[in-house]
């Protein structure tokens, strides 16, 4: 049985070196030709089980000869393990695939495909709500009202949820994607601005403004200059300069963001996304799977229908 | 002495000499300086390389020639080994449909195999039974030359590699020739450990390896009378063993160029000469006697705990201690030795499968000494197999 195994983790390490090679070969014979074995030579499994026994002598003789005598116990629960592993492995590049993280969606776990962590990383909520606890991380769109949020892009029966914020690395990163995402898939893409930082609560209206005068294609201009350009406070002349870029008139958004209006549907956004549970940006919901930090975009892809 | 022998630093039990000898740094060096000093082929080519490398491979034959007391360096041919000795003579010995060839029924699979093969061409072969310990019995041999007049060669090891028996070689090549049987001696595992003298013997051929007695591997000798080599046919023929050809003819070389097709292994031949000179120097007559004595530790301390191959004086086994136990498996057994105690043994049916199988004899670890084993080794040796059978008992 422990053929099996050498003839495996062997065979991995024979990619690398010849003497594991012959040591690989030694085991495929071991387990496929085990009845030609030569009288000069002794199998490759019974080698390994006194090799061991006799390392084991030397430290201990008690558990060399339980070692020697359950050797085929051993070997069994060894095979058991691997087999576990192959299996835990299998599940893993399963999940990486699917979900961008070995753990499965939106667990942040070490994930040997991705060892930063890079594709789970998010801009903490907590940030913001000096909020310690420990967050929900069941999230669903449920109890959402998503019609509350301005459409970026109106495209098919996909609906993307996307909550970003301007200032934020990953969501930056994210952009991206989902523009890549909305140019080769064209699913609906609804946009939920979460300032993670207070300067930037103004932004969450100029978006509303914008997308409620003009519509989803300034805003995804809006959206597309904030998301490239580090906008970290919004004074007059960042917000200028932001506004001009896209042809819109200060003045008139300087108006529409004073109004009690304005400031309450930000308001009713922000409490909406955290009672939602989000506690990081980026987290997209793609037809209401939740996938929190920077996927790649075959993760996106798959969601959709 | 055992500064020589470099690997032996490693805090190693070498004790599979039989199987392969180590060698001692001045064999070692001589091989470099063939590589280093004159790395040319012999004879070809008019430098002073070349000639300097012919020289030295006349030098090597000659020390082989003292080593065997052989009448002429000319009755010496280098051959890959013993195997390849022991196969030329089989293949070039004129042997007709209905002769017969005589071997006992423990050889080794190299001096079986090449006469198995010749059945093909109608040739018999016999096979002398021995005595139950090992032991050669000189009344039956007689027996069976006078049953079987169409014997035309006798082919025997000289000693033997699972219980070190040296059979009584000088009468047994007196009887044969008397019916003008010519005799082969395969002498893998006595030349490395006895003196060999092949005037005293009267032998006809011999064949022996380089790796068995402390010189390099890939490189053997067979010897021959010249008056019998002259009778032999060229077996592996090429560049070398001719002294001219047209497109449809060919003259041979003498002996012992005849025998030695295309370049041949200088490095292995030169180290090969150091290896005889040190053999010398060391005497094969004291180091069967150191081996005997170490082996009498061996047999004393162990005879009770483990079966024994062959008979249960070490006199006569010499540097070999071949044993297996009930119920053991003798291959586990070896490799825990080596992983517990750094004692390398070899452990199976040694290529005498022949005699393992008509005896009904199981797997067996094999002790085989040479001149660099100590006492202290062999009584650490003791103490580590009784440990092991401890353990597995
Ligand atoms: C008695 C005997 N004959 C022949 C041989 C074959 O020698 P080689 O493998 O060097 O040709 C051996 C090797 O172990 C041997 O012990």
Known sequence: MICIIALIVFGILGIFSLSYRRIAIEAFDCVFRRLVLRKCQSRLDQRARSQITGKLMKVSKPAAKFTYKYFHVIEFIFIILLIWSIVQTGISGYNFYVYGNCNGPNEDGFCIFDPTGHNSEISPLNQLSCSTEEVDKELSLDQLNTSLFPVLNQGDDNIVFFIGCYECEYTRETYPVIKKLIEKENPTVIFAHLPINHDLESFTEYGNCIFEKEGSTKLMEFNDYMFSNQVDQCTVDTCSAALTHVNLDLAAYTECIGLNASVQLAQEQFNALTALGVYGTPTIFINGEPFVGPKPYRVYKRALK | MREQFKVLQKNII?????????????????????????PVCAGRSNHKLANTLVTEVLRARKLIQKLLNAKSEKEIIFTKNTTEGLNLVANSFKLEEGDAVLITEKEHNSNLVPWLKLKEKGIQLIIQKLNDDGTFNLAEYKTTLENNPNIKLVSFHHASNIDGVIIPAKEIIQIAHKSGIKVLLDAAQSLPHITVDVKKLDVDFLAFSGHKMMGPSGIGVLYGKTEELNKLDPFLVG????????HDSV???????????GLQNYAGIVGLGEAAKFLMKTNPDKIHKHEVSLNKILTERLKDRVTLIGPEDPELRGGIFNFYIENIDMHNFSSILDSKANIATRSGQHCVHSYYNAKNLPVSTRISLYIYNTEEEVNKIVDEVEKVIELLS
């Open chain 2, 14 to 38: 070498y004790v599979d000499s039989a199987c392969m000898s180590l060698r001692p740094d001045c064999v070692i060096n001589k091989i470099k300086e063939y590589y280093e000093e004159y």
């Open chain 2, 239 to 246: 560049g070398e063993t001719v002294t001219d050809t047209t």
């Open chain 2, 251 to 261: 003259s041979y070389e003498q002996v012992p160029e005849k025998f030695e097709a």
